[in-house]
């Protein structure tokens, strides 16, 4: 396989490429592994040699080799500086999202639950012609590349599923550090070949891409995602002339990614006055639950039952109090209600009993912390053009047009 980012190793090795070290839920670091070099972190100080040969998905130690992080606790109380930890990570392989989590921001990037609904809604598939722009920190790039060039973990060769084209990613950036940055990650991960990066402002001079002979490349597009200040200024350069950007032989689909319905409304406007059909806007919204037995109060904590009657009703179908139930039916059928006291219930297994016989209702919270940026994302298609020579040909072929 062309990358590491497409199949998962046996082992991990010293490369470039970067493993992810899981620190945390939510919290991921981007290592270069190489053999004589350390990470420290504040779960404690691991050699890189302790991850090399694992399999991903390893869980590592700490070094027990440097100084006990407990005593540089004690020594550092007074001190401004965090103390050390002693603990574990776990060391994964590289993947799109992985990288999402752990790269290095230079911008605002967009997340895997955007990008992954992006993708699907452009239709990319192994093969597919993306168009990226801008293309910021290189969040989106790694995304589309992996579901252009083989959405498959085993690494299938990248053609597309006719088996004709090989999948790309044509992305532009403006920015000079931003491309040059995002071109070393890109030579680092093994994907040249599959992103090209080119340094444009696609605004002012749209999405062919000069070679240094001079020859002008069209990136034949069947896909476009502009994440853009004012994507209505790129859309006029999406159109099929003669020297188009676009697959002239495809539907193209087109993703705008704004946070202001004022940008959203000026890009609708553009799409409509290009020939762009099906515009649709949609905002995503996120949420994770957590969800949770709420602990309920107990008979031995106040809340007890008045009366036998509501006593059998709240032990009903308890198996542990089957004793008890015995005992109050008795007592309820010996017309004892008035004597009775309450009850003195031990929580047992240390677990309180919800009245009506549950171990405690199931209750969701959300959680506010889901990272996703959270923008209006516009769709729309451009259907293919038809010459009559076309219309004529696969009319005698019996084909749709698509
Ligand atoms: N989608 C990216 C990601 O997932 O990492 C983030 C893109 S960032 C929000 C927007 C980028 O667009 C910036 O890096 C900016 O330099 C670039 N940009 C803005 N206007 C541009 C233009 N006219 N041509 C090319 N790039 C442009």
């Known amino acids: 396989p062309v990358s590491a980012f497409f199949s998962i190793p046996d082992a991990l090795t010293p490369s470039l490429t970067p493993a992810i070290v899981h620190l945390?839920?939510?919290?991921?670091?981007?290592?270069?592994?190489?053999?004589?070099?350390?990470?420290?972190?504040?779960?404690?100080?691991?050699?890189?040699?302790?991850?090399?040969?694992?399999?991903?998905?390893?869980?590592?130690?700490?070094?027990?080799?440097?100084?006990?992080?407990?005593?540089?606790?004690?020594?550092?109380?007074?001190?401004?500086?965090?103390?050390?930890?002693?603990?574990?990570?776990?060391?994964?392989?590289?993947?799109?999202?992985?990288?999402?989590?752990?790269?290095?921001h230079r911008t605002q990037v967009v997340y895997t639950p955007d990008s992954s609904y992006i993708l699907h809604r452009l239709g990319v598939k192994p093969g597919s012609q993306v168009i990226e722009a801008g293309a910021g920190s290189g969040s989106f790039t790694h995304a589309a590349a992996r579901a252009a060039y083989c959405g498959y973990p085993d690494g299938r060769d990248g053609l597309g599923w006719n088996g004709e084209k090989k999948g790309k990613v044509w992305s532009f950036e403006f920015h000079a550090e931003r491309a040059k940055k995002l071109r070393e990650e890109i030579a680092n991960h093994g994907l040249n070949g599959i992103v090209r990066i080119t340094h444009k402002d696609v605004c002012a001079e749209g999405f062919l891409v000069f070679e240094e002979e001079g020859e002008t490349i069209s990136p034949a597009a069947n896909?476009?995602?502009?994440?853009?200040?004012?994507?209505?200024?790129?859309?006029?350069?999406?159109?099929?002339?003669?020297?188009?950007?676009?697959?002239?032989?495809?539907?193209?689909?087109?993703?705008?990614?704004?946070?202001?319905?004022?940008?959203?409304?000026?890009?609708?406007?553009?799409?409509?006055?290009?020939?762009?059909?099906?515009?649709?806007?949609?905002?995503?919204?996120?949420?994770?639950?957590?969800?949770?037995?709420?602990?309920?109060?107990?008979?031995?904590?106040g809340a007890g039952p008045r009366s036998i009657a509501e006593a059998l009703t709240r032990l009903k179908g308890v198996n542990d109090f089957r004793e008890q139930r015995k005992d109050l039916q008795v007592a309820l059928s010996a017309g004892e209600e008035a004597n009775f006291q309450g009850l003195g219930f031990k929580k047992g297994n240390g677990r309180k009993m919800w009245g009506n016989g549950e171990e405690g209702r199931l209750t969701s919270r959300q959680e506010p912390d889901l990272k996703s940026h959270t923008s209006f994302l516009t769709f729309a298609i451009l259907p293919r053009e038809w010459t009559e020579e076309q219309e004529k040909e696969a009319a005698d072929k019996g084909e749709d047009k698509g």
């Not at 991903?56 to 606790?73: C, E, F, I, K, L």
């Not at 946070?259 to 000026?266: A, L, N, S, Y």
């Open 24 to 104: 945390k839920r939510d919290f991921n670091q981007a290592v270069p592994l190489s053999v004589d070099a350390t990470l420290q972190t504040r779960f404690g100080t691991f050699p890189h040699s302790s991850f090399i040969s694992l399999p991903p998905g390893s869980q590592v130690r700490a070094s027990p080799s440097y100084p006990d992080p407990r005593d540089q606790r004690k020594r550092k109380r007074n001190s401004d500086d965090q103390p050390a930890a002693t603990g574990f990570v776990h060391v994964l392989a590289p993947t799109a999202e992985l990288w999402t989590s752990s790269l290095p």
């Open 223 to 301: 896909a476009v995602f502009l994440d853009l200040p004012a994507p209505w200024l790129a859309i006029p350069h999406l159109t099929r002339t003669e020297q188009s950007a676009l697959d002239p032989e495809a539907e193209v689909r087109i993703c705008t990614f704004s946070p202001c319905i004022e940008q959203v409304t000026r890009t609708c406007a553009t799409l409509r006055q290009y020939g762009w059909v099906d515009v649709q806007t949609v905002e995503l919204s996120h949420q994770r639950l957590e969800v949770r037995r709420q602990v309920p109060r107990g008979y031995d904590d």
